[in-house]
């Protein structure tokens, strides 16, 4: 397959490795020179230094006979004239699309056969909030992912000595067989796609590929609390912390939502009927004291400044919060945050990798997603290795 990505960032550079290890003919456009000589020293593709919103680099690039077409920049409109100038230059080609914007979102019609003819809108921000409710779900859980338009979850465990599963071997399941699946096991730095002799042991981060509708009674069998959240603390109120919030307010979960920029509260004050906004600094250990940060059951920090992330979740650890999630945008930062114990990752450019990978794996493959180490490193594309349990799944409906 041809495949032309259009933007060299974090989100285009891990795309291009995955899929030129996969021996895809992959070519990269970005106009930082920077970027490409970090492309052409690190991965086995075709960098080319230009413009993607330039015709004549998509000509230079083999735009007319491409299969697919990534625009992945972090403008949406370079991400839009792109898909515009390779559906005039080739009229068969699959155009992938990153836009964060909303109201683009909102335009339906931009993105119609008509216009645009784009055949799959990622939006990272909408991903991320997806996959911060999903986390809600199971509160010990590392991971929760959905497959095959969620009829099917894999939920990442880390096995504590008194659980059911510690020290036994997938042989002896016999009790829980046909509710789940034991997908792969992460040892350490170690990822292995077990069998019936291998034995799970305390320590292990364990995936699971359980049936959605099954999803409460293997959470019993695993003696795993499906608690009903009570309180839930958002710090920032920035697109994806407005988002969040606005699906929270729709349940019965008690929502706080602490912003320091005055008109951000005043709009988002306008736009929920019951969460509460708080003006503040979600970094001022008082405040955080004041809002009685030991009885939450969930800290989402989620400002647009990773530093301040990261010190909002260990000073609400510190302070006895349940669980923390936090935002943090460079991938290469996630192995050095969780190593000091925050408990949760999240990434708007590991979301839009996520999602993209998803559109472009097809065939056997039912869904790809990364997966995570103990100490919170991406073990890329591990998941390929568990379609074939997600399969036998699917087969029992």
């Not at 992959?26 to 230094?49: C, G």
């Not at 008082?286 to 010190?311: M, P, R």
């Not at 991938?331 to 000091?340: G, K, N, T």
Request: include cysteine; aromatic fraction near 4%; charged fraction near 25%.
């Amino acid at each position: 397959m041809k495949i032309i990505i259009v933007g060299a960032g974090e989100v285009g550079f891990h795309i291009a490795q995955r899929l030129s290890e996969e021996n895809q003919n992959v070519f990269l456009i970005d106009k930082d020179p920077d970027q490409i000589k970090r492309i052409t020293e690190n991965l086995d593709v075709q960098a080319i230094l230009g413009s993607g919103t330039s015709p004549q680099m998509l000509r230079t690039s083999g735009i007319t006979d491409a299969d697919l077409l990534v625009a992945a920049t972090d403008s949406d409109e370079v991400n839009l004239i792109a898909c515009f100038l390779a559906r005039h230059m080739n009229q068969y080609i699959l155009k992938v699309a990153r836009i964060r914007n909303p109201e683009y979102l909102e335009e339906k019609e931009l993105f119609s056969q008509g216009l645009l003819s784009v055949d799959q809108i990622i939006n990272p921000e909408s991903v991320m909030v997806e996959t911060i409710r999903n986390l809600m779900l199971v509160p010990e859980a590392t991971d929760v992912i959905d497959f095959a338009d969620g009829r099917v979850k894999l939920v990442g465990i880390t096995i504590k000595p008194d659980s059911p599963l510690a020290n036994r071997k997938l042989l002896s399941f016999k009790e829980m067989e046909g509710s789940m699946l034991v997908g792969a096991i992460v040892r350490g730095e170690q990822v292995f796609i077990p069998h019936g002799e291998d034995e799970i042991l305390p320590d292990d981060m364990v995936y699971l590929v359980v049936k959605t509708n099954e999803f409460s009674q293997t959470l019993k069998l695993l003696a795993i609390k499906n608690e009903t959240l009570k309180r839930v603390i958002i710090v920032g109120a920035g697109e994806t912390g407005l988002a969040l919030a606005k699906s929270l307010d729709q349940t019965k979960i008690s929502v706080k939502i602490i912003e320091k920029d005055g008109g951000k509260c005043t709009k988002l004050c306008e736009q929920l009927e019951k969460g509460i906004v708080i003006c503040g600094d979600g970094t001022d250990r008082a405040l955080l004291e004041e809002e009685n940060i030991s009885d939450v059951d969930f800290i989402v920090a989620i400002t647009g400044d990773e530093e301040s992330n990261v010190l909002i979740s260990l000073q609400a650890k510190g302070l006895g919060a349940k669980k923390t999630i936090t935002r943090i945008n460079k991938l290469s930062y996630i192995p050095i945050v969780s190593a000091i114990g925050i408990d949760t990752v999240v990434s708007a450019r590991l979301s839009a990798i996520r999602a993209i990978l998803q559109y472009i794996r097809k065939g056997k493959i039912i869904s790809v997603a990364p997966l995570k180490c103990l100490n919170q490193c991406f073990v890329w594309d591990r998941i390929l290795s568990i379609h074939h349990s997600i399969q036998l799944v699917l087969t029992n409906y």
